[in-house]
């Protein structure tokens, strides 16, 4: 293999996509997961009434298979931030 053949090599390898990006938005009453998830508040309590910012997420295809990451937490507004079932 010259060192043409070596260099496009190279750069075919360099510049191969290895990841793929996509949004996730929560859906209305969901769990609150920590993992995925950011809320509003520190003390908001619940499911999930409403998803303010979707998720972002990393897909990586390699030799152990396909793995997902978390790029970006989605923002999420507890249950407990509306008061749900509260009379008044």
């Known amino acids: 293999m010259n060192i043409v053949d070596k260099a496009v090599a190279l750069k075919r390898e360099m510049t191969q996509e290895y990841g793929l990006y ?3 938005w929560v859906p209305y009453g969901m769990d609150y997961y ?16 409403m ?10 295809k390699g030799d152990q298979g396909t793995q997902r990451f978390t790029v970006v937490k ?15």
Do not use: H
């Open 51 to 60: 998803c303010i910012f979707p998720r972002l997420i990393r897909k990586v």
């Open 22 to 24: 996509y949004c996730r």
């Open 34 to 49: 920590e993992s995925a998830m950011e809320a509003n508040d520190e003390d908001d309590k619940g499911f999930v009434a």
């Open 74 to 88: 989605a923002r999420t507004m507890l249950q407990s931030a509306f008061n749900f079932g509260s009379q008044g």
